[in-house]
């Protein structure tokens, strides 16, 4: 539990901080279409980077991984504190401060999940899980609120420094655990090894048709809740205030801590695929319903709504992950696995304008019946478009369920956790890479802002 509460406190820190920089960047060149674009670079990094972010966290002690990546980023947030300081910041240089920050998500992602595995019992992982995305709620209602007021009070360098100390708090708590020493680890160099171990990792996922099914299901929902997200502030903004849309993206993260909390007291559903088809369902349902709903009460039961079903979607696939998959494996197959789920949400965020500018926007203006559904002009176009993405959610679920569901189909991994003594940093073979046989495939079977993330 200790790891998720320093997670979660490093998200707070970066939520804020990329809510300081959005406003910096559109206050300072008021270009949409140049922070859509710093967001997409800012995104490829830590998808290019996914494969070689497995590998690391496979080969080398995963408590040491994590520091690492909060040095890293205690780095980058003292320099740019220090070119905010002298007025130097530029848009360019917000997009390297993403595209650094990415890099380091590539990395820190795969560790945690990884790590959570082997600190919690396999009886305990769906609650530890559930806590997390309660948390990611926290997150998402704090974040706007603490972003806005420290950027009236302090500007970017204050919330750089704020984003600062986040980082030192989850490396100090960090440096309180102790993890498990594994039982196995690739051996070899890592230049020579790191072909050979893509190749295991990828031949796992090839030979469990259950998990490529899960992963194939996430990539489709994904795309989805990818346009939806980057549409739902400007649609709401169509029809009403600025303070409307503040409660309602308060009232997703209410939904979210409210989800995740029952998640966590009740362990989710005894059939995780259940839960993650019951989520894309839910989400499914109020993304098409926000589409046409306009009275605010009703977008206010959508909104928590829509925000309960994030962690019974993640929490539930997360938890399916983690049992099906050897430890010794996690880090590349849940590197693999977050590169090909997210791998469209570039694409998806630029299909976006397109999709409702050229194809939603003729057919309200030009087909009454629908016109008298959604409504016209911009606020019917994006209203359309969301309920597409709705649609689409509730069928890529629906089909799914019917021609076979997710249900788990491959034997369970001989264990859950590893086991050993604990060990600190530098102590015993858990240090660095060389400790203990290779994990073949003979080894065993086996990996927020405006709206919800994209799911895994």
Not at 120 to 125: K, L, S, T
Not at 207 to 229: P, Q
Not at 274 to 279: E, M, Q, R, Y
Not at 389 to 412: I, N, Y
Request: proline share 6%.
């Amino acid at each position: 539990m200790t790891l998720v509460v320093a997670q979660a406190t490093t998200a707070l820190g970066s939520a804020v901080t990329g809510f300081g920089m959005n406003v910096w960047v559109f206050r300072e060149t008021g270009s949409f279409a140049l922070f859509a674009t710093l967001a997409v670079v800012a995104a490829l990094p830590g998808l290019l980077l996914a494969p070689v972010a497995g590998v690391v966290v496979d080969r080398f002690d995963r408590r040491a991984v994590l520091l690492m990546c909060q040095g890293a980023g205690a780095v980058t947030l003292a320099l740019t504190l220090s070119v905010a300081l002298t007025d130097n910041l530029t848009p360019l240089l917000v997009g390297v401060v993403w595209c650094v920050m990415s890099s380091i998500t590539a990395f820190s992602w795969p560790a945690v999940g990884a790590s959570i595995t082997v600190l919690a019992a396999p009886e305990r992982r769906a609650r530890v899980n559930g806590v997390a995305e309660s948390l990611m709620g926290v997150v998402t209602i704090g974040s706007p609120v603490l972003g806005a007021f420290l950027y009236q009070l302090v500007g970017v360098a204050g919330i750089a420094a704020f984003d600062l100390v986040s980082f030192l708090a989850c490396g100090a708590l960090l440096l309180r655990l102790r993890f498990p020493a594994p039982r196995h680890r690739p051996t070899g160099s890592f230049r020579a090894g790191f072909r050979d171990d893509l190749t295991v990792a990828w031949h796992f996922l090839r030979d469990r048709r259950d998990l490529l099914r899960l992963l194939a299901f996430f990539v489709c929902v994904n795309v989805g809740l990818s346009i939806f997200t980057v549409l739902y502030a400007p649609y709401v903004l169509s029809f009403t205030t600025s303070g409307t849309l503040g409660v309602l993206l308060s009232l997703v993260g209410a939904g979210t801590v409210a989800g995740g909390a029952v998640y966590s007291a009740t362990g989710g559903p005894a059939a995780k695929h259940h839960g993650v088809l019951a989520g894309a369902l839910l989400a499914g349902a109020c993304m098409a319903a926000m589409g046409l709903l306009r009275h605010e009460y009703a977008l206010y039961a959508a909104s928590f709504l829509y925000g309960a079903s994030v962690p019974l979607l993640n929490a539930s696939s997360q938890t399916i992950w983690q049992a099906q998959v050897p430890v010794e494996l996690q880090g590349r197959v849940f590197s693999l696995r977050r590169m090909i789920a997210w791998g469209l949400t570039p694409f998806s965020i630029v299909l976006s304008v397109p999709l409702a500018e050229a194809l939603a926007a003729p057919v309200v203006d030009r087909v009454g019946a629908v016109a008298g559904v959604w409504g016209a002009g911009l606020t019917g176009a994006l209203g359309l478009t969301g309920t597409f993405c709705g649609v689409l959610c509730l069928l890529v679920a629906a089909l799914t369920q019917v021609t076979g569901g997710l249900r788990p189909t491959g034997p369970l991994p001989e264990t859950g956790r590893e086991t050993g003594p604990e060990t600190g940093p530098g102590s015993g073979p858990d240090s660095g890479p060389g400790a203990g046989p290779a994990a073949g495939p003979g080894a065993g079977p086996g990996a927020s802002t405006a709206g919800p993330r994209p799911a895994v």
